[in-house]
């Protein structure tokens, strides 16, 4: 009897510990989705910083950064973004003569993430004024 109670308990030990829940094999990141940076003229130059942490138990491994135009810039601070960590996405929008008016210029994360992209976007007004 006293065999039969330890293989009972041997098999419900054994249950409760293979039905662990494993963690996502993917990391989660945080940061900002968009900049305004309001009005600016021909001449002007846009320069902003996007903080982005990682908020899984996961490296965040960031494997690519692309802009949608050649006016605009991106670097990473750091690709690889351990947990709690941060970086930064430092971004310059310089605009061309033939970009006036309302403007909206996205910047495009490749990393270990579900979905493996994420979208942050420059908005803002470029003016063919050199008075404002």
Known sequence: MTNLKIAGLLVILTVFVSCK???????????????????ITLKDTVKHNFKIKNISDLPLKISEIGT??????????????EKNEFAEIEVQFIPKKEQTGKITNSIVIEANTNPPFTTLYLNGVVSDNDTE
């Not at 949608?68 to 973004?81: K, R």
């Open 68 to 81: 949608s135009c050649g006016c605009t810039g991106a670097i990473v601070s750091d690709s690889i973004i």
């Open 21 to 39: 829940k494993s963690g996502p094999d993917f990391a989660l990141l945080q940061t900002e989705k968009e900049f305004d940076f309001g009005t």
